[in-house]
């Protein structure tokens, strides 16, 4: 028994989709090397993908035990911890893990949608900033940017960030959907249509 073989088996399952096969691999895996934290983060993410949010938590924690400056570890548990409804430590750990990598725009994206999801549109908005600062060209944290700016009546911020987004990105039909809608909302009738007109062009099945 070898558990470099059993985590390169186990790999091959999760890389294939075959996450219950994949899942019985690793757990081979960690019972030869319990302290294996690539395992242990694997696991965790298969077994969320699976719906097993307390198993994946579980594993995700002991991962980051072990490695706590990992913030792939850290990203994984908050993802698991949202997916079972423990919305502040997923906040704590999502922070966690963007302070550990500043650079991944994901982490704060993450954030953001988590934080709209429990009505805290300010802090939102700021997450969305910090995924942008990190990747300028993030078009779902512009978008969603826009959107949660619209929601909260900044009409001038949602479309100074369309605009942004659609500078880099002309044919990003969900922006020019929303750009249409703030158009029709602020009395642009015809520039609204001219902007769906424009996001059917991109986009047949919006028309």
């Known amino acids: 028994?070898?558990?470099?073989?059993?985590?390169?088996?186990?790999?091959?399952?999760?890389?294939s989709g075959e996450l219950v096969e994949a899942r019985t691999a690793y757990e081979r895996c960690l019972a030869l090397s319990p302290d294996h934290h690539p395992a242990l983060v694997n696991l965790g993410s298969g077994c969320r993908r699976l719906?097993?949010?307390?198993?994946?938590?579980?594993?995700l924690r002991r991962a980051v035990a072990l490695q706590p400056k990992d913030a792939g570890?850290?990203?994984?548990?908050?993802?698991?911890?949202?997916?079972?409804?423990?919305f502040g430590a997923a906040e704590a750990s999502y922070r966690r893990a963007a302070s550990?990598?500043?650079?991944?725009?994901?982490?704060p994206y993450n954030l953001g949608i988590l934080l709209a999801q429990i009505g805290r549109e300010i802090d939102a908005q700021q997450a969305y900033r910090q995924a942008i600062v990190a990747d300028p060209n993030h078009r779902e944290?512009?978008?969603?940017?826009?959107?949660?700016?619209?929601g909260l009546g900044e009409v001038s911020g949602a479309r100074q960030e369309l605009e942004a987004l659609l500078e880099h990105h002309p044919d990003f039909a969900p922006a020019l959907n929303n750009l249409a809608t703030l158009q029709?909302?602020?009395?642009?009738?015809?520039?609204?249509?001219?902007?769906?007109?424009?996001?059917?062009?991109?986009?047949?099945d919006l028309s």
């Not at 719906?51 to 579980?58: E, K, N």
């Not at 570890?73 to 423990?86: Q, S, T, V």
């Not at 944290?141 to 619209?150: C, K």
């Open 73 to 86: 570890a850290h990203y994984n548990l908050a993802n698991a911890l949202r997916d079972a409804g423990d």
């Open 141 to 150: 944290a512009r978008l969603n940017l826009a959107a949660s700016s619209s």
């Open 1 to 15: 028994m070898n558990a470099k073989v059993d985590f390169q088996r186990a790999l091959q399952h999760h890389q």
């Open 100 to 107: 550990l990598d500043p650079q991944d725009a994901g982490i």
């Open 184 to 204: 029709q909302d602020t009395g642009q009738t015809d520039a609204a249509l001219a902007t769906l007109r424009l996001a059917a062009e991109c986009r047949p």
């Open 51 to 59: 719906g097993l949010f307390d198993a994946a938590s579980q594993h």
